[in-house]
């Protein structure tokens, strides 16, 4: 076979190839863009009705999906709530890390970083859509359900408190804090930056930036009292940090 029939051949198998490979990569597109709009739709559905209360059906009209459509992506009403936890929580996870990465790293101005940085973590991540509708969830379905939580338990809280911890313990190593027990360091941590928003985040209510200073400064001073070094503990009270978020 001369070359030139190659090349003929070769240019008419991807010609017929091409079309099959663009439906494909529509196709995929498409499922993707139906898989997301049914995941959203659960969420506002399970969020407004429980998952006892939620049904196929109207979570299908949400959608502006077919009943059976949402059954060819998932078996059933527990595996679609299932994936709506894990979607929020993946969002959220994301968001969680991001913000620890400004986790402050130096003794400078320590309690102004460790405000600001504690006004990030409640915006961001506990009073934020994902943190709200995760913990309606919880408090509402998780004594009902608990197995439908249980990669919540897995990949949710633990992750926030072990890298909290290791960011302590870096912060400890070069000096600036005085600390035996990181996990109840950042345990403690986390319960004092809630503790004057704990009652509004329960009504559903969102904290101004006022609020999220104000309950930030509190409790970063109430826990510098308890593992700062004396010179982090006294003097004037240092500028808070500037707040990205």
């Known amino acids: 076979m001369s070359k030139t029939s190659r090349r003929l051949i070769f240019a008419l198998m991807k010609e017929r190839m091409t079309p099959a490979v663009r439906m494909t990569g529509h196709t995929q597109r498409g499922q993707c863009a139906k898989r997301m709009s049914i995941l959203d739709a659960?969420?506002?559905v399970f969020c407004r009705q429980g998952f006892a209360?939620?049904?196929i059906d109207e979570i299908a009209a949400v959608a502006c999906v077919s009943r059976q459509t949402i059954y060819n992506h998932y078996r059933e009403k527990?595996?679609?709530?299932?994936?709506?936890?894990e979607d929020v929580m993946n969002r959220a996870n994301a968001m969680?890390?991001?913000?620890?990465?400004?986790?402050?790293?130096?003794?400078?101005n320590l309690e102004g970083e460790l405000t600001a940085f504690a006004v990030r973590l409640n915006k961001n991540c506990i009073c934020n859509h994902?943190?709200?509708?995760l913990r309606k969830l919880v408090q509402t379905e998780g004594e009902r359900y608990p197995h439908l939580f249980e990669s919540w338990r897995q990949q949710g809280p633990g992750k926030l408190i072990t890298a909290l911890s290791a960011l302590l313990a870096?912060?400890?190593?070069?000096?600036?804090?005085?600390?035996?027990?990181?996990?109840?360091?950042?345990?403690?941590?986390?319960?004092?930056g809630n503790a004057d928003l704990q009652m509004m985040?329960?009504?559903?209510?969102?904290p101004t930036d006022e609020e999220l200073e104000k309950a930030a400064r509190n409790a970063v001073r109430t826990f510098l009292k308890a593992y700062g070094?004396?010179?982090?503990?006294t003097g004037h009270p240092p500028q808070l940090a500037a707040i990205s978020g």
């Open 42 to 44: 659960a969420a506002d």
């Open 53 to 55: 209360g939620a049904s």
């Open 170 to 192: 870096r912060l400890a190593h070069k000096g600036a804090l005085a600390i035996d027990d990181f996990d109840v360091a950042a345990r403690q941590f986390v319960a004092l």
């Open 96 to 108: 969680l890390f991001s913000v620890l990465s400004t986790f402050p790293d130096r003794a400078d």
């Open 229 to 233: 070094r004396p010179e982090e503990t």
């Open 78 to 85: 527990e595996t679609l709530f299932v994936a709506v936890v």
């Open 201 to 206: 985040i329960l009504l559903g209510g969102t």
């Open 130 to 133: 994902d943190g709200k509708f």
